[in-house]
């Protein structure tokens, strides 16, 4: 079984940049070969920040694009996340999820924007 | 690429069926078969319970069963349980130029 877990900065201050990794284990990240991250607001609804192919090529919410970078590195069998310019807006649970129908979930990692 | 529209809340007495809609535009629901349903209970991550409108996962319950009419998604629960009571979310595929969009959240509650 495949599972997904998310590393992390526990708080990113206004205007900063989010990073985050993803480690897959369990399975083989190539075989899933499509990774994507989601995120959701304290108290709201899921929203799907973009995604990345085991190509290369990715895809991304044109609402968060300009500020959106997602890398994976089979290698160490992870993948990326990068937020720059972030404001309280950006405050979430952060998601990493693999497969095509984003079959497999991490458990998520909060992130709070505060100076 | 707005939200999908699900109703707020739905309820049900143990044993019940509820079913919980997912509308869309022709953009989305109404032109792919790509429509999933996600469980979320407090405090946990979202559980693939639906994908491509009427397929289970290994492992998901067969009370669980996913439809699709025009624009509109359908999530049955049949035979509901104590542990049904969670969040629901749809998704669904609406093209290259956004791909993904989730629906509003339906929180069920079993009475």
């Known amino acids: 079984q495949v599972q997904l877990q998310e590393s992390g900065p526990g708080l990113v201050k206004p205007s900063g940049t989010l990073s985050l990794t993803c480690a897959v284990s369990?399975?083989?990240?190539?075989?899933?070969?499509?990774w994507s991250w989601v995120r959701q607001p304290p108290g709201k609804g899921l929203e799907w920040i973009g995604e990345?192919?085991?190509?290369?090529?990715?895809n991304y919410n044109p609402s968060l694009k300009s500020r959106v970078t997602i890398s994976v590195d089979k290698s160490k069998k992870q993948f990326s996340l990068k937020v720059s310019s972030m404001t309280a807006a950006d405050t979430a649970v952060y998601y990493c999820?693999?497969?095509?129908?984003?079959?497999?979930w991490g458990q998520g990692t909060l992130v709070p924007v505060s100076s | 690429q707005s939200a999908l529209t699900q109703p707020a809340s739905v309820s049900g007495s143990p044993g019940q069926s509820i079913t919980i809609s997912c509308t869309g535009t022709?953009?989305?629901?109404?032109?792919?078969?790509?429509v999933s349903w996600y469980q979320q209970h407090p405090g946990k991550a979202p559980q693939l319970m639906i994908y491509?409108?009427?397929k289970r996962p290994s492992g998901v319950s067969n009370r669980f069963s996913g439809s699709k009419s025009g624009n509109t998604a359908s999530l049955t629960i049949s035979g509901l349980q104590a542990e049904d009571e969670a969040d629901y979310y749809c998704?669904?595929?609406?093209?290259?130029?956004?791909?993904?969009?989730f629906g509003t959240g339906t929180k069920v509650a079993v009475l």
């Open positions: 999820v693999g497969g095509p129908n984003f079959d497999y």
């Open positions: 369990g399975g083989s990240i190539s075989n899933i070969n499509w």
């Open positions: 990345i192919y085991d190509s290369g090529s990715t």
């Open positions: 022709s953009s989305d629901i109404g032109t792919y078969n790509l």
């Open positions: 491509e409108v009427t």
């Open positions: 998704c669904s595929y609406a093209g290259s130029s956004f791909p993904y969009v």
